[in-house]
């Protein structure tokens, strides 16, 4: 068997033994459970799925990474009148329009983007400025795909510019804009990626959700983290055991 043959086994147990996800990433939680960054032991709080095995995020090793040319990602984007969202622990962005990611023959649709102050996976032990999540959905199943971007110091990103300019003046309220964002304008050449199966960074810390992160980092200018930091300093989750997991890194 080759590698990228067992990786498709590998998805395919942990698929079956885990159960499709259903839930979106950071709107998940109900309401009347209240939970924070400050004290993450969230599986004391009545997330039990949080002290799971398949837990996100993790450090990325390169040096134990397994190497394999891997699907492509083919992302299907096209442009969007922004609806913001700050939730109480990210800035938000919900989509409302037709773009999607298909990966290993499946079509996944795009459903939110956020942020996390730091980036919450590291890269051989090494933290990034920020990470961005593009959250997409299987609609037949309900499965999720998480494309990562870790952002670093660099020059100004028009598409974060346009998102943090119209950060909602009250938070849990969603407002539409007439402002569009096109995610083409953040893709990268090299769309090369690392590859697992974790979880949602949130609770309920559902399990069994595919994610990739893009090789390439994301520059962004150090005023836009700074703008994005004074709102939310902390709202990254601290590194998971990878345990028995296998990680792999498209090297083609």
Wanted: net charge negative.
């Amino acid at each position: 068997m080759n590698q990228l043959s067992f990786f498709k086994v590998i998805i395919l147990i942990l698929a079956i033994s885990i159960g499709s996800c259903s839930k979106n990433e950071d709107v998940v939680t109900p309401e009347e459970i209240h939970w924070n960054y400050e004290h993450p032991d969230w599986q004391t709080q009545g997330f039990s799925e949080c002290a799971g095995m398949i837990q996100s995020p993790v450090d990325i090793q390169t040096s134990t990474t397994i190497k394999a040319d891997l699907p492509d990602l083919g992302f299907n984007y096209s442009a969007f009148p922004i609806k913001i969202i700050d939730n109480g622990h990210t800035l938000q962005v919900n989509n409302n329009g037709t773009n999607s990611v298909v990966y290993n023959g499946k079509t996944y649709a795009f459903k939110q983007l956020h942020f996390h102050y730091h980036s919450e996976h590291l890269l051989d032990g090494a933290a990034s400025d920020m990470e961005l999540h593009l959250v997409h959905q299987d609609p037949a199943t309900g499965a999720l795909l998480v494309v990562g971007y870790f952002l670093k110091k660099g020059v100004a990103n028009p598409l974060f510019e346009s998102i943090l300019s119209h950060w909602p003046k009250q938070k849990e309220t969603e407002i539409t804009t007439t402002t569009s964002i096109d995610l083409t304008t953040i893709l990268p050449t090299d769309k090369r990626y690392y590859t697992y199966i974790g979880s949602l960074t949130t609770p309920p810390c559902t399990q069994g959700i595919t994610f990739c992160i893009l090789k390439a980092p994301l520059e962004v200018s150090g005023a836009q983290i700074d703008q994005f930091k004074a709102r939310y300093d902390h709202n990254a989750r601290p590194v998971q055991p990878l345990n028995s997991r296998l990680l792999y890194e498209d090297i083609l």
